[in-house]
């Protein structure tokens, strides 16, 4: 707040837009918006108390409850008109807008203004967007995505729908790669809707982005618009990406272009969701995954994913398999072991309460989620020595989550 009203207060002091604020950063228009009000609070003396209408100009006396009219003196400067359009009197903002319209570096508070609370300065907003031409808007395409998310912010978002959807492909295309991941989004849909991405591009972008819901989109569209020369590309690029939904997605494409056997390399994968759609995939083309599973945990330094696995899909006898891994040197497989047991309810304190010293912080972790329903069991004593400060930082760590899972103090001293 304090960064919104500094920028309010040095555009009431006569600097320029572009001086004054970040005039490419959606959220620096809205925190003008908010901090100019700050500032008619907080330092009235340095708002200038009027606004222009026509051939108007309309004077905010702070000590009565209307603005009275006098004639215009001079043109407004665009810092002036800019205050004035984030007024606190509706009045004044609706004032403001009539002299707003057509000048380009104030376009960004008339869609402020379109989400306004007061409707006459909305509907008067509203109506001077709409004249705007269809390219106008493209540009504020994070602002307007911004706004949004308030109670009357649909109206600009749904124009700039409108304006990108019959507009030029590359007006689309410019706000694929830019702005705001919420405005990628948004652009994406649009770009969907107007069939702009192949299916291998869309798979390139889910695999590349780190953005979880665009990951989803994309890789949902691209299985969705793949067709019979396109299959090859779009599930090898799904299945070679490093987010685990994207290769869950991709392993599960397997099943529709009929390579149901490559989803054996994916029953160990470290996800549990990707070897959740490995197995389902493997069963749709009659392999039952729990003997691999058995089978690749008889050498798991290979696999270590299949420890966990095989818990996620075994019996309850799979568990004495499991147990001794333990003790395994590697801590993959000790981290995916104790995951396995968990899934087959199989834990018990004596063979996980050692993890608790583990060298491997993960295991640590993963032994102390695995202990916090039996927690109680544990002596409180032997968890104290563990919280103590000599301790490394995971193992005290876990020692005080037990300690206060069983109701107790930690150490003292």
Same mark, same amino acid.
């Given at each position: 707040?304090?960064?919104?009203?500094?920028?309010?207060?040095?555009?009431?002091?006569?600097?320029?837009?572009?001086?004054?604020?970040?005039?490419?950063?959606?959220?620096?228009?809205?925190?003008?918006?908010?901090?100019?009000?700050?500032?008619?609070?907080?330092?009235?003396?340095?708002?200038?108390?009027?606004?222009?209408?026509?051939?108007?100009?309309?004077?905010?006396?702070?000590?009565?409850?209307?603005?009275?009219?006098?004639?215009?003196?001079?043109?407004?400067?665009?810092?002036?008109?800019?205050?004035?359009?984030?007024?606190?009197?509706?009045?004044?903002?609706?004032?403001?807008?009539?002299?707003?319209?057509?000048?380009?570096?104030?376009?960004?508070?008339?869609?402020?203004?379109?989400?306004?609370?007061?409707?006459?300065?909305?509907?008067?907003?509203?109506?001077?967007?709409?004249?705007?031409?269809?390219?106008?808007?493209?540009?504020?395409?994070?602002?307007?995505?911004?706004?949004?998310?308030?109670? $009357? *912010?649909?109206?600009?978002?749904?124009? =700039?729908? +409108? !304006? &990108?959807?019959?507009? %030029? @492909?590359?007006?689309?295309? /410019?706000?694929?790669?830019?702005?705001?991941?919420?405005?990628?989004?948004?652009?994406?849909?649009?770009?969907?809707?107007?069939?702009?991405?192949?299916?291998?591009?869309?798979?390139?972008?889910?695999?590349?982005?780190?953005?979880?819901?665009?990951?989803?989109?994309?890789?949902?569209?691209?299985?969705?618009?793949?067709?019979?020369?396109?299959?090859?590309?779009?599930?090898?690029?799904?299945?070679?990406?490093?987010?685990?939904?994207?290769?869950?997605?991709?392993?599960?494409?397997?099943?529709?272009?009929?390579?149901?056997?490559?989803?054996?390399?994916?029953?160990?994968?470290?996800?549990?969701?990707?070897?959740?759609?490995?197995?389902?995939?493997?069963? $749709? *083309?009659?392999?039952?995954?729990?003997? =691999?599973? +058995? !089978? &690749?945990?008889?050498? %798991? @330094?290979?696999?270590?994913? /299949?420890?966990?696995?095989?818990?996620?899909?075994?019996?309850?006898?799979?568990?004495?398999?499991?147990?001794?891994?333990?003790?395994?040197?590697?801590?993959?497989?000790?981290?995916?072991?104790?995951?396995?047991?968990?899934?087959?309810?199989?834990?018990?304190?004596?063979?996980?309460?050692?993890?608790?010293?583990?060298?491997?912080?993960?295991?640590?972790?993963?032994?102390?989620?695995?202990?916090?329903?039996?927690?109680?069991?544990?002596?409180?004593?032997?968890?104290?020595?563990?919280?103590?400060?000599?301790?490394?930082?995971?193992?005290?760590?876990?020692?005080?989550?037990?300690?206060?899972?069983?109701?107790?103090?930690?150490?003292?001293?």
């Amino acid at each position: 707040m304090a960064a919104d009203w500094a920028a309010a207060e040095r555009l009431a002091r006569g600097l320029p837009l572009r001086e004054a604020l970040d005039v490419s950063c959606a959220r620096s228009w809205v925190g003008l918006d908010l901090g100019v009000r700050v500032l008619a609070w907080e330092s009235p003396q340095l708002l200038p108390a009027h606004a222009w209408a026509d051939g108007r100009r309309l004077r905010w006396d702070w000590n009565t409850p209307l603005p009275s009219v006098r004639l215009r003196d001079r043109p407004p400067s665009e810092s002036e008109l800019a205050l004035a359009l984030c007024h606190p009197d509706g009045r004044i903002r609706e004032a403001a807008l009539g002299r707003a319209a057509g000048s380009p570096a104030l376009l960004p508070l008339v869609i402020v203004r379109c989400a306004d609370w007061a409707e006459p300065v909305r509907e008067r907003a509203r109506a001077l967007l709409s004249r705007e031409p269809a390219t106008a808007l493209a540009p504020w395409a994070g602002l307007v995505v911004l706004l949004s998310r308030r109670t $009357q *912010g649909r109206f600009a978002l749904d124009l =700039l729908g +409108r !304006a &990108l959807s019959e507009g %030029p @492909a590359a007006s689309v295309e /410019a706000l694929l790669g830019g702005g705001d991941r919420a405005t990628r989004r948004f652009a994406h849909r649009v770009a969907l809707g107007r069939a702009l991405l192949a299916p291998d591009r869309l798979a390139r972008i889910a695999a590349s982005t780190d953005d979880t819901p665009l990951q989803d989109l994309c890789a949902d569209a691209a299985i969705a618009s793949m067709g019979a020369e396109d299959q090859e590309a779009v599930v090898n690029t799904l299945l070679a990406a490093g987010a685990p939904r994207v290769r869950a997605a991709g392993v599960t494409a397997l099943r529709r272009t009929g390579r149901h056997g490559e989803a054996r390399g994916f029953l160990a994968d470290r996800s549990a969701p990707v070897r959740a759609c490995a197995r389902y995939v493997l069963r $749709q *083309g009659g392999v039952d995954p729990l003997p =691999l599973y +058995r !089978a &690749l945990c008889a050498a %798991p @330094a290979d696999h270590p994913g /299949a420890c966990a696995g095989l818990g996620e899909c075994g019996v309850p006898g799979d568990a004495e398999t499991l147990l001794p891994l333990l003790d395994h040197p590697l801590p993959a497989v000790r981290l995916h072991t104790v995951a396995g047991l968990r899934a087959l309810d199989a834990v018990t304190r004596e063979r996980l309460a050692p993890l608790l010293d583990d060298p491997s912080s993960p295991v640590v972790r993963a032994a102390t989620r695995a202990l916090l329903p039996d927690a109680g069991g544990l002596s409180p004593q032997w968890l104290r020595d563990r919280a103590a400060a000599d301790r490394p930082r995971p193992v005290r760590v876990a020692a005080l989550r037990l300690l206060r899972a069983a109701g107790h103090s930690g150490p003292t001293g």
